[in-house]
């Protein structure tokens, strides 16, 4: 399933590489176009409803959210693995596309097709649950 979605993937940048504008990384395109695909993989799967909601609430707390991010910078591997297997898959992309491949909430942002503070609030969110999900797996930490 993974070779076939890398093939789909492929043939989809390479078809399509004449729309590339230049307004954006060359990275961030691929990573949009690799993301989508997957999104609608999931989506015609029917295993994941909803992605990615847009929310209403205030802003994140810096404090609170320095703290989460302090926790799950810290965490090790091992532990960390085992606390996004806990947490849903569009809270683990978005920590994944920010703190491993190193996006910033700008690119985030094109690749999910969300407003900035959308996928600020949805950072927070998951690194909220991170931490919920840590306290749980390893509560004499």
Request: hydrophobic share 40%.
């Amino acid at each position: 399933m993974a070779e076939d979605a890398v093939q789909e993937i492929f043939l989809k940048i390479f078809l399509n590489l004449s729309k590339f504008t230049f307004r954006s990384k060359f990275s961030t395109w691929v990573y949009s176009i690799t993301y989508n695909y997957c999104i609608d993989l999931l989506r015609k799967q029917k295993k994941h409803k909803n992605l990615f909601a847009d929310s209403n609430e205030n802003l994140p707390d810096p404090e609170e959210d320095a703290l989460n991010e302090k926790i799950l910078l810290e965490m090790e591997f091992h532990r960390l693995e085992k606390v996004l297997e806990e947490i849903p898959l569009d809270d683990k992309t978005v920590l994944v596309m920010k703190y491993k491949d190193a996006l910033g909430i700008r690119d985030i942002s094109k690749i999910i097709g969300k407003s900035e503070s959308a996928v600020k609030m949805k950072i927070k969110r998951a690194k909220a649950k991170a931490k919920k999900s840590y306290m749980k797996l390893f509560p004499n930490e």
